[in-house]
């Protein structure tokens, strides 16, 4: 077995197990900023959604004689589909639904969070409550104040 010298090139195991150790810290860091900034992008991804959903709400409501549809299948040219593949939510006061009241979304204190329909998406796990302070709802998008906050329903 020949000594290595000065001229020859390679790596010891040594300098490999910390070249793997610093890519592995670097990917420690880089895949959780990626993660997250993919998740702020769907959430400002459903935000335009919902935005552009309640425009649409509003335009059907003035040629409908000032009356919401009963789902939004009535609607033409809008998202059907949050960025994590679930239908968008929406709830019309005014539908004549058994239960409706108790479906209605509400803040804090349990007022509703409008005045005459809720719009929403699921978030990215897919599960939601009517009082925003439930743990389940702290993911979802929301439109509330109508229209005046739209957002994740942790920050409202």
Do not use: C
């Not at 552009?52 to 509003?58: C, Q, T, V, W, Y």
Request: net charge neutral.
């Amino acid at each position: 077995m020949k000594a290595r010298t000065s001229g020859e090139t390679g790596f010891t195991v040594l300098e490999l197990i910390i070249a793997v150790a610093v890519g592995a810290l670097l990917l420690s860091i880089a895949v959780p900023a990626y993660f997250n900034h993919m998740q702020r992008l769907k959430v400002g991804q459903a935000s335009q959604d919902l935005m552009a959903i309640s425009l649409a709400l509003e335009r059907y409501r003035t040629v409908h004689d000032f009356k919401l549809p009963d789902s939004l299948d009535a609607l033409t040219g809008v998202p059907a589909i949050d960025p994590w593949g679930r239908p968008y939510e929406y709830l019309n006061f005014a539908a004549p639904i058994p239960g409706i009241n108790g479906k209605i979304r509400k803040d804090h204190n349990l007022h509703p969070l409008n005045t005459q329909f809720d719009l929403y998406s699921l978030g990215a796990d897919g599960r939601s409550v009517p009082p925003l302070t439930a743990r389940a709802s702290h993911d979802d998008v929301i439109y509330a104040r109508d229209g005046s906050f739209v957002g994740l329903a942790k920050d409202f």
